[in-house]
């Protein structure tokens, strides 16, 4: 399985971004999506996940009713939607993908499979 995201950029302070990750070899519908995210100086931390059909949805709190993620089962695709930017949300991003999982988790551990990442600038 492979995991390849787009849609980083620069962005000013306020705009908005969307980040795709697409996954191949594998069907989406098996697994928990999650996007995780390291800026500079910084450990990766989690950012949101969603679950398998796609109802639950958790975000760490300083995203929450800024970002969005979402899913397209069909295009074997997840979304995060990042609006109200700003500098301290400067990363990379990273898709994750979690197998065997249950539920919905923000520890990286329970992520199997990973993408390489995309920045994300935010100008201030």
């Known amino acids: 399985v492979q995991l390849q995201a787009s849609g980083g950029g620069l962005v000013q302070d306020g705009g908005s971004l969307g980040l795709s990750c697409e996954v191949f070899g594998g069907s989406l519908v098996d697994y928990v999506m999650g996007w995780f995210r390291r800026a500079p100086g910084k450990e990766r931390e989690f950012v949101a996940a969603?679950?398998?059909?796609?109802?639950?949805?958790y975000y760490t709190d300083s995203v929450k009713g800024r970002f969005t993620i979402s899913r397209d089962d069909a295009k074997n695709t997840v979304h995060v939607q990042m609006n109200s930017l700003n500098p301290e949300d400067t990363a990379v991003y990273y898709c994750?993908?979690?197998?065997?999982?249950?539920?919905?988790?923000?520890?990286?551990?329970?992520?199997?499979?990973w993408g390489k990442g995309t920045q994300v600038t935010v100008s201030s």
């Open positions: 969603i679950s398998r059909d796609g109802v639950t949805k």
């Open positions: 994750a993908a979690d197998l065997r999982g249950r539920g919905v988790s923000a520890v990286e551990i329970m992520y199997e499979f």
